[in-house]
């Protein structure tokens, strides 16, 4: 700024009106040019424009005072020439920090996209169960208590309202093929209807634990036909599975035929404490069940805990104002 004043100062030109070609006296001087030259230049220089050509035209005109010059409109020329630069995109340079002011905002946004991506989980799939299916040892034993409550029915209560235990023995594996295993399993019982032997057969792939029958060792039982879905393997979270088998009754040599539908949710992981112990993270399984003999239509809601490499060892179920349970109360390997 005081170097502009100087200048301004310095080039008090006089002016002359009524120009005459033939007359060299009259109006403008030749030195009027770069002068007004430095003018545009400083003014410019003032709003920072031209800052770093300021001093080129005040040059020229103190070059053109001195006679190195012949022709003084040659310096306005190039003044306008340097106004050019000036205005022209692509000489303009930034200021760093207003880049950087104006990028930042971008960067940010870019990052804070980025760190959504990373932190939104990724879709989980149906949640595989076979760290729930049984691994039971040949020869283990395996007790349950089982309980009943029949509401008001006094008659029923009186009758098979005392816990009973049941032993299950593991009999043996059998390999169905390569994906398919066979686990059959022996029944005792001392209950209301006196001392009962049984066995079952489980069938286990990747679909899950199947019962496939059940019967009494001097005759009678069920067959489940493709089998009763005990636990899929694979359990959706958010969805139900939905199952349905032909159960085939043999009572007193007459075969009695049963349709099964049924119903499982998954209802959460959760750690339990029964008679056998406290046992964590055990699958949490809600659902109902419907079985249809002719025109008899019974249906049961239950829920059942299953835990890790011991299989169902917990369950509830209720139909019509009545309660069957059962836990286990200890397992051990004879």
Excluded at 113 to 129: D, I, K, R
Excluded at 205 to 230: C, H, K, R, T, W
Excluded at 280 to 297: F, K, N, P, Y
Excluded at 298 to 304: A, G, I, M, P, R
Aim: glycine share 8%; aromatic share 12%.
């Amino acid at each position: 700024m005081v170097l502009q004043k100087h200048i301004l100062a310095n080039i008090a030109i006089p002016f002359r009106v009524g120009s005459n070609p033939n007359d060299p006296g009259s109006g403008w001087p030749a030195e009027i040019w770069p002068g007004t030259a430095v003018i545009f230049s400083c003014v410019l220089a003032g709003k920072r424009k031209v800052s770093r050509f300021s001093l080129v035209p005040f040059l020229f005109y103190t070059m053109s005072l001195l006679k190195f010059f012949s022709t003084a409109p040659l310096v306005l020329v190039f003044s306008f020439y340097l106004i050019g630069c000036a205005d022209s995109p692509e000489e303009e340079v930034a200021d760093p920090e207003n880049v950087e002011a104006t990028e930042t905002p971008e960067t940010e946004e870019v990052e804070e996209e980025v760190e959504m991506v990373a932190e939104s989980p990724a879709e989980e799939g149906p949640l595989n169960t076979s760290s729930w299916l049984p691994a039971f040892e040949v020869g283990e034993v395996l007790i349950f208590r089982f309980t009943h409550s029949f509401g008001d029915n006094e008659e029923l209560a009186e009758r098979y309202g005392e816990p009973y235990l049941v032993r299950q023995t593991v009999e043996r594996w059998e390999n169905v093929n390569d994906e398919e295993f066979l686990l059959v399993m022996r029944s005792e019982e001392d209950g209301p209807d006196g001392f009962l032997e049984a066995h079952s057969r489980f069938l286990i792939n990747a679909e899950g634990m199947f019962l496939i029958e059940e019967g009494l060792v001097d005759g009678g039982g069920a067959f489940y036909v493709p089998g009763s879905l005990l636990l899929p393997g694979e359990l959706p979270e958010t969805e139900s599975v939905f199952h349905q088998t032909e159960i085939i009754e043999q009572i007193d040599g007459q075969e009695v035929m049963l349709e099964d539908s049924r119903e499982l949710r998954f209802a959460g992981r959760e750690d339990i404490e029964i008679g056998a112990g406290v046992f964590a993270d055990c699958l949490r399984i809600e659902g109902q069940v419907e079985t249809v003999s002719g025109d008899r239509v019974q249906t049961f809601s239950f829920t059942e805990w299953f835990a890790p490499g011991l299989g169902l060892v917990k369950g509830e179920w209720t139909t019509e104002g009545e309660k069957f349970a059962f836990e286990l109360e200890s397992f051990s390997i004879e």
